[in-house]
C-alpha cells in the first residue's frame, strides 16, 4: 500500500483494484452525503444500485495524473465500491509520440485547423495493439467504460463476448469539425462503431449519426474530496504563505491545466487592465497532466510573458502527492476574490464547478459547456473583452456583497446538478439501460437519453488555435 495521496501506478497500468489489493485512496461512505443532497436523492442512488449489482466495471483511460477525467474517477471508483458495485481504473501507456499524437487529435477535435496524419495514426493503432498484447484488461469485467479519445480504439482488440462496451467523450467536440477534417471522421467512426452506447457532457456534442444509443451525463464534483470539502482560515493562510502570496491583497485566479484553449491570456490582459484602477494580484496556477506533453510549452510562454510583473504569481503545482495539491488548489479558490476560466473551448470545466462550490463569483467565457454551468448576471459572468471583464471584476472588488450573492447562487446551482451522487445514479442508470437491452444499436441507435435539462446551445464558431 502507498502512502496516501501519493501517485502510484503499478505495472500493468493499474490506478484501483480490490481484486488485486491495491487500493491507495478512499471515498467518503455514502451516508456522509446525506446532508448535503438530502435523503431522497440518496435513496435514488441506492435503489440505481439494487439494478446492477453483481455488475463488474472497469474504467480506462489514459493519465492517472492531471485533467478532468482523472479528477472525477479518484472520486468515482473508490465510491462505486462503497456501494457495493467492484470498480477498477487502469490507465493505457504509450511513447512520447504516442501522447503527441492523441493531445493533436484533441485539438483537431475541439477545432484546430490540420489533419490527424498517417505517421500519427500508424503510431496510435501500434500503442493500442501493443496494449492489447500486454493484456490490459487481465480479468473479465461486465462494463468497460472508455474516456476519451487517447484508449478510443481498444474495443475493437479487447472486446469480448458478453461485456458491454462505453465510450464517454469529455471534450469539446462538434459533429461539423468532425466532418470538415480530413480523415477524422473516419477515423473515429471506425472505432466508435465498436461500442455499445456513448456518453457526453452536453446535448450539442452529441455526433448524431454515429448509430449507437447516447447518454448525456454531466461531469460532477465531490463535495467531501480533499479538493471541495471545508478549510479552515489557518489552512488558506499556510498555502498563500507557501507561495509568497499577500492575504491583505485582493486576488484575481485562474486555476487549471497550462493549455492553449484555456484562455490564460485573457486573464493577464483583464488582470493588467484592472490593476491601473485597483489593487491586487494574480495567481495562475496549475499543473501539467501525464498525457498532455503540450502543457510544458504553454507554461514556459506564461512565464515569459509574465516575468516582469510582480503582482502576476505563476504556480507549477505538484503532482506528486494528489492530496497536498487538492488541498493547495482548495486553499487558492477559497482565497480569490474572483475566480476566471475564460477559455476558447472546454469540454464542461470542473474548475467552474469547484469554484462555483466554494461560493466564489466566475467569470467565464460563453464557449462549450461552460453556459451549462454559468448563467450571465445569475451564477457568474460571461468574458467579454480585457476592457468590459475588467469593469465588471473591479465592481466585484469594490462590492463584497453582490459577489457574495452572485456566488452564492452559484453553488447552489452546483449542489442542484453537479454533485457526485446524483451523477453516479445516472452512470449506473445508463449502464441498467444499456446491459437490460433497454436500449441497443438494434432497436434505438438514434435515441438520445439525458440525466439532465436540456440546455440548447448554439454552435460554436471554429476559434483561432493559440
Known amino acids: 500500500m502507498t502512502k496516501a495521496g501519493v501517485s502510484s501506478v503499478l505495472p500493468d497500468g493499474t490506478v484501483y483494484s480490490k481484486r488485486k489489493d491495491f487500493c491507495p485512496f478512499s471515498a467518503s461512505p455514502p451516508e456522509a452525503y446525506v446532508p448535503i443532497v438530502g435523503e431522497e436523492r440518496m435513496e435514488r442512488l441506492q435503489k440505481t444500485t439494487q439494478r446492477v449489482k453483481g455488475l463488474k466495471i472497469l474504467e480506462l483511460n489514459a493519465t492517472a495524473q492531471g485533467g478532468g477525467v482523472a479528477e472525477i474517477l479518484y472520486s468515482a471508483v473508490p465510491f462505486l465500491n462503497t456501494l457495493g458495485i467492484e470498480t477498477e481504473w487502469k490507465i493505457v501507456r504509450g511513447p512520447r509520440e504516442y501522447y503527441e499524437g492523441t493531445k493533436e487529435l484533441h485539438n483537431l477535435l475541439q477545432g484546430?485547423?490540420?489533419?490527424?496524419?498517417?505517421?500519427?495514426?500508424?503510431?496510435?493503432?501500434?500503442?493500442?495493439?501493443?496494449c492489447a498484447r500486454q493484456n490490459l484488461i487481465d480479468y473479465k469485467p461486465d462494463v468497460i467504460n472508455v474516456h476519451d479519445p487517447q484508449p478510443l480504439a481498444l474495443s475493437r482488440y479487447l472486446r469480448r463476448q458478453g461485456e458491454t462496451w462505453l465510450w464517454r467523450c469529455h471534450i469539446d467536440i462538434d459533429e461539423e469539425t468532425i466532418e470538415g477534417t480530413p480523415g477524422l471522421w473516419d477515423f473515429l467512426t471506425e472505432w466508435t462503431q465498436h461500442y455499445d452506447a456513448a456518453i457526453f457532457s452536453a446535448a450539442h456534442y452529441i455526433i448524431s449519426r454515429w448509430l449507437l444509443p447516447k447518454f448525456i451525463i454531466p461531469p460532477f464534483i465531490d463535495p467531501l474530496s480533499e479538493k471541495n470539502r471545508?478549510?479552515?482560515?489557518?489552512?488558506?493562510?499556510?498555502?498563500?504563505?507557501?507561495?509568497?502570496?499577500?492575504?491583505?491583497?485582493?486576488?484575481?485566479?485562474?486555476?487549471?491545466?497550462?493549455?492553449?484553449?484555456?484562455?490564460?491570456?485573457?486573464?493577464?490582459?483583464?488582470?493588467?487592465?484592472?490593476?491601473?484602477e485597483r489593487v491586487c494580484q494574480l495567481v495562475l496556477a496549475g499543473g501539467?497532466?501525464?498525457?498532455?506533453p503540450e502543457g510544458e510549452r504553454i507554461l514556459s510562454r506564461v512565464y515569459e510573458d509574465t516575468k516582469d510583473d510582480e503582482g502576476v504569481h505563476v504556480l507549477n503545482l505538484s503532482l506528486e502527492d494528489r492530496l497536498e495539491n487538492w488541498r493547495e488548489v482548495n486553499a487558492l479558490q477559497r482565497a480569490a476574490t474572483v475566480i476566471m476560466q475564460p477559455s476558447t473551448r472546454e469540454g464542461f470545466g470542473l474548475v467552474i464547478t469547484e469554484a462555483l462550490w466554494k461560493g466564489k463569483p466566475v467569470i467565464a467565457a460563453d464557449a462549450g459547456a461552460m453556459p451549462l454551468q454559468i448563467r450571465d448576471g445569475d451564477t457568474g459572468y460571461f468574458y467579454r473583452t480585457p476592457?468590459?471583464?475588467?469593469?465588471?471584476?473591479?465592481?466585484l472588488l469594490g462590492n463584497p456583497r453582490a459577489a457574495e450573492a452572485i456566488g452564492d447562487k452559484g453553488r447552489e446551482y452546483v449542489e442542484q446538478h453537479f454533485l457526485l451522487p446524483d451523477r453516479i445514479a445516472d452512470y449506473l442508470t445508463a449502464i441498467s439501460m444499456v446491459v437490460s437491452g433497454a436500449v441497443s444499436k438494434e432497436v434505438s441507435a438514434e435515441s438520445i437519453i439525458s440525466f439532465h435539462p436540456w440546455f440548447k446551445l448554439s454552435r460554436r464558431r471554429r476559434v483561432q488555435f493559440l
Not at 489533419?115 to 501493443?130: L, N, W
Not at 482560515?233 to 485566479?253: E, F, M, N, S, T
Not at 471583464?389 to 465592481?395: F, G, M, N, S
Request: hydrophobic fraction near 35%; include cysteine.
Open 230 to 276: 471545508e478549510l479552515g482560515q489557518g489552512d488558506i493562510d499556510r498555502v498563500l504563505a507557501k507561495y509568497h502570496i499577500d492575504p491583505k491583497v485582493p486576488i484575481i485566479a485562474q486555476i487549471g491545466r497550462f493549455d492553449p484553449w484555456k484562455g490564460i491570456d485573457r486573464t493577464v490582459a483583464t488582470y493588467r487592465q484592472v490593476r491601473k
Open 387 to 395: 476592457r468590459k471583464t475588467a469593469q465588471k471584476v473591479i465592481y
Open 112 to 130: 484546430k485547423a490540420g489533419s490527424f496524419t498517417p505517421e500519427q495514426r500508424e503510431t496510435y493503432i501500434c500503442t493500442i495493439e501493443e
Open 288 to 292: 501539467l497532466a501525464a498525457d498532455d
